[in-house]
């Protein structure tokens, strides 16, 4: 695109939530075809399929083919942790400097995350609890190549760290070799245990099953194209993965109290991700609307990724008057969207209306670009509408809850007669009996007479 295109072919559309039609042009803007390349789920599940019965070799023999990296050992694939420590001596200060003050603040955040174990005693002497113990071993997916996102590595591994994973084990394709400075200093900062320089679904599937130099782990996290959202569809269940993430997305909820221009830069911040991002405005000021829409057609023409931001304004953008903060927010729950910004005079005022929103952005002030960077909670986020019943990546995502069950004497007497009734009640005759053995007094018969359940041995399909 030229700086001289056009303003009308650049501008996103614009709806009125008050006219006709405005629901049904609503869910038309923002459904999202999820649905994966059928061809690419076929050589992703090929690639899986001969990852897990050769191991190193078909690792290697796809790391030749896709990253033009030939090697003849395995072992050649993992990056010393000396290389990670040399990488941040490399930086410029100020990167450096950047990286280490975005970690702390992450760090700092997340600590206030960790869940607790947990046990409680009942009159009767029984104790139940829970008991809150971090993975063993989590794969860290990061971008390689052009896509090299050292925030998002310390997005995925800090609050792994946090939760205090055993060991991290880290992926990263290296085409024909080549290294991101920032991203191994980003993984020597968040404390990385190891690293291999593979990517794909090979990366994934030696990742989820191991292989014999590539450790298996128990979860995978961290962002990939679509053969690696693939991937990671087919591996989950074996293995954990975090989510299946959509295009970026941001909703500026404005009331008029913010520059315009800065409303359109926050806006051009998640469209220039790619042409499938979302971008929208919802303001209860419709001459508000007009200039933003004026600052979107100035700006534009400054920015680099200018074809990108067009394209992605033009098909998934909206500029949405609203005629009420109630209708505003409403909307706004509708979307459900990854990022949302409150760029209100009195943020207080809108939040409790707002249910569904990955990560809330609090005032002028709270670009979202430095959610994504250093302000601390986690950037990965729920996308597509998930929001709805998904939250961000934290440290929760590291630590799994075992119920603990210590079940005293005198409770045993009042839980096994509960569960004998119901276990009955469910044709399941050896239930009811385990519990009904450690009654003081053998009541064989009363459970099932009680749930008038079928004779034991009769049975039920469930």
């Known amino acids: ?19 006709a039609g405005f629901d049904a ?9 999820a649905a994966q390349d059928d061809s690419i789920d076929r050589a992703v599940a090929d690639i899986i399929a001969d990852v897990r019965g050769r191991g190193d070799a078909a690792v290697l023999e796809y790391t030749r083919r896709f990253d033009l990296l030939d090697l003849t050992q395995a072992s050649s694939l993992e990056l010393d942790r000396a290389e990670t420590l040399q990488a941040l001596e490399r930086l410029p200060a100020v990167q450096r400097d950047a990286l280490e003050a975005a970690a702390a603040r992450i760090r700092s955040y997340h600590e206030h995350q960790k869940l607790q174990s947990w046990q409680i005693e009942e009159p009767d002497g029984t104790v139940l609890g829970q008991r809150v113990t971090p993975l063993d071993r989590v794969g860290l997916y990061v971008p390689g190549g052009k896509a090299a996102y050292p925030s998002s590595l310390l997005m995925n591994a800090v609050p792994a760290r946090v939760a205090g994973v055993g060991e991290l ?13 920032m991203v191994l200093a980003a993984a020597a900062i968040a404390g990385v245990d190891r690293i ?3 990517g794909g679904a090979q990366a ?34 074996f293995v954990g993965i975090d989510m299946i993430a959509g295009p970026s997305e941001i909703v500026v909820v404005c009331d008029g109290s913010v520059s315009p221009e800065w409303v359109a830069m926050d806006l051009f911040s998640q469209a220039e991700h790619d042409e499938s991002a ?19 057609d100035v700006a534009i023409q400054t920015m680099p990724r200018r074809a990108i931001i067009a394209a992605s304004l033009a098909a998934r953008g909206a500029l949405i008057v609203a005629h009420s903060r109630e209708q505003a927010c409403a909307i ?8 949302l910004e409150l760029a209100v005079a009195d943020p207080q005022l809108w939040l409790p209306l707002v249910r569904h929103a990955g990560a809330i952005f609090m005032g002028r002030y709270s670009s979202e670009s430095l959610g994504d960077y250093c302000a601390g909670p986690n950037h990965v986020l729920p996308t597509a509408g998930t929001a709805r019943f998904s939250s961000p990546l934290g440290v929760y995502d590291f630590q799994k809850r075992t119920s603990l069950i210590n079940v005293s004497h005198r409770g045993a007497q009042t839980l096994g007669a509960i569960a004998s009734v119901l276990a009955h009640g469910e044709g399941l005759p050896a239930h009811a009996r385990s519990a009904e053995l450690r009654l003081d007094r053998a009541v064989q018969g009363t459970g099932a007479a009680m749930a008038g359940s079928p004779d034991a041995g009769q049975g039920e399909q469930q």
Request: hydrophobic content about 50%.
């Open 196 to 198: 291999f320089t593979i």
């Open 1 to 19: 695109m030229s700086a001289g295109t056009p303003a009308a072919t650049i501008a996103p559309r614009r709806l009125d939530a008050g006219a």
């Open 332 to 339: 706004v729950n509708r979307i459900a969207p990854e990022h």
């Open 278 to 296: 979302q971008a929208i405005l919802i303001t209860t000021d419709a001459d508000f609307a007009d200039r933003v829409a004026d600052a979107i």
């Open 169 to 181: 084990v880290m992926v990263v394709p290296t085409p024909r070799g080549q290294r991101n400075d």
């Open 204 to 237: 994934v599937a030696a990742l989820a099953y191991g292989t014999a130099t590539v450790p298996r782990v128990d979860k995978i996290v961290g962002p990939g194209n679509a053969w690696v959202a693939a991937a990671k569809r087919r591996v989950f269940g």
């Open 25 to 33: 042009a609503l869910e038309a803007l923002v459904s999202y075809d």
